[in-house]
């Protein structure tokens, strides 16, 4: 069975600095893993994947994510936050039928 | 490529009725899922259709139920409405095949009072 930890429900950082999302996964297979934003009122948006390629994956709006299988770990970072990027942020995994298991979600805060 | 479009995208309701609930998948699309989000539980999933046959189904009760069509527009129906069935409702499309990712509409905001 799959299953995704991540591991702080809330980060806060300041404008400018850098931003880390923590997430931890378990599964069988080789899997696929995703990071996804929510803004309020809003569906989820596919920020990056991963597809056992590359091992660091660049997604949209400046953000990437390193797969470590060692530490079966898929941190989403980004160099320097911007006001914008304040939402909420869901490490995903899928396996090879369709079948996707949601992290809990991490709410990002951007302090100006 | 026009997005996943759901609607409507408020519904209030009262206590006993019943609410369809409708999503268009990205063009090509044959795949089509609903999640339940709350603040409490969070993203719940609640099935999957892929031409017009439900694929995959969580654990939800009957009164949740779906369908999908041969365009692959998909409805969902929950009847009997509980106060606890306040939610975003998404619906996701995605294509078949490995790791190919969900794309999701805005939602539908369900109220029932």
């Known amino acids: 069975a799959q299953s995704v930890t991540q591991l702080d429900s809330h980060v806060s950082v300041s404008e400018g600095t850098p931003v880390l999302l923590r997430c931890n996964y378990s599964?069988?297979?080789?899997?696929?893993l995703f990071w996804y934003v929510q803004h309020p009122n809003k569906g989820l948006q596919l920020l990056l994947k991963y597809t056992s390629a590359a091992t660091l994956v660049k997604g949209i709006n400046g953000f990437e994510a390193e797969f470590k299988k060692s530490e079966t770990s898929f941190h989403l970072t980004k160099p320097s936050a911007h006001m914008s990027d304040a939402a909420e942020y869901f490490c995903?995994?899928?396996?090879?039928?369709?079948?996707?298991?949601f992290g809990p979600g991490t709410r990002l805060s951007v302090l100006p | 490529k026009a997005g996943v479009t759901q609607t409507p995208r408020y519904l209030i309701k009262t206590r006993g009725q019943q609410v369809t609930l409708s999503c268009s998948p990205i063009s090509g699309h044959r795949s089509v899922s609903w999640y339940q989000q709350t603040p409490g539980q969070g993203l719940q999933f609640l099935f999957e259709y892929f031409s017009e046959t439900q694929r995959n189904k969580g654990n939800f009760p009957g009164r949740f139920s779906g369908r999908q069509f041969s365009n692959s527009r998909s409805e969902m129906n929950v009847s009997t409405l509980e106060l606890g069935d306040s939610a975003l409702y998404l619906c996701?499309?995605?294509?078949?095949?490995?790791?190919?990712?969900?794309?999701f509409g805005n939602g539908t905001r369900l109220t029932v009072t």
């Open positions: 995903v995994v899928g396996d090879y039928g369709q079948n996707f298991v």
């Open positions: 996701a499309s995605s294509q078949e095949g490995r790791a190919s990712p969900l794309h």
């Open positions: 599964s069988s297979y080789s899997p696929s």
